[in-house]
């Protein structure tokens, strides 16, 4: 049935949903919007996406924050738009562009800093501000390393399920999975999630 006004939206998807949605469209219109960069943003955007809806669907079987592992899976690496979109001025000012081993190379050494800078800044929750500054390094964190966890996992599937199958393989032996208490059925019964993430990634745009 067609949705005709915002209280029934809201009864029939929750709050919970609707607020995902809320944040998700807003993030990709503002930070994930870098035209100079748009092929970066846009492949950036869709590993934020997907590894925001994995990090749910296994936050889910873990009996873990749901909403909390959503919006740390889709911040994990906001830093990386963000330092795009500070490159986009100054390299408009350059007589030849930058060139693309240089801001990729930069993105990945700075980009956890920047993380950091960002989840203080915005006051987030301290399992999402620990999941987007130690979700490569979760044993570091110091409160909420089974957040950091859970992003570093759907971190994982989410690049794992756009590789070659031995990629995906080797993904099912990940020892992350029985450190979240998670055993082969959960794995498959997450892994075949994908097509339905995929769908709910080009519906969010």
């Known amino acids: 049935m067609p949705l005709v006004s915002l209280q029934q939206a809201i009864s029939r998807l929750g709050l919970a949903s609707l607020r995902e ?80 081993l240089v801001v990729m190379t930069a993105i990945d050494v700075y980009h956890t800093q920047v993380g950091a800078v960002l989840a203080s800044t915005w006051a987030l929750p301290p399992e999402v501000c620990e999941s987007m500054v130690y979700h490569h390094d979760y044993s570091a964190a110091p409160l909420h390393p089974e957040a950091a966890m859970v992003i570093c996992l759907a971190d994982r599937v989410a690049y794992a399920l756009v590789q070659p199958d031995s990629a995906l393989e080797h993904l099912r032996h990940d020892p992350l999975w029985t450190q979240l208490n998670l055993y082969p059925d959960d794995v498959e019964a997450l892994l075949d999630e994908h097509q339905a993430i995929v769908q709910f990634a080009e519906a969010i745009g």
């Not at 669907?57 to 009996?63: D, G």
């Open 21 to 100: 949605i809320v944040i998700t469209v807003s993030m990709q219109s503002r930070i994930f919007n870098v035209p100079s960069y748009a092929a970066e943003t846009r492949a950036l955007w869709q590993h934020a996406v997907y590894t925001a809806a994995y990090a749910r669907a296994i936050a889910r079987r873990c009996r873990r924050n749901v909403e909390g592992a959503f919006l740390g899976g889709l911040l994990h690496d906001v830093s990386k738009p963000v330092l795009l979109l500070a490159l986009a001025d100054p390299q408009a000012q350059l007589p030849e562009p930058i060139p693309p």
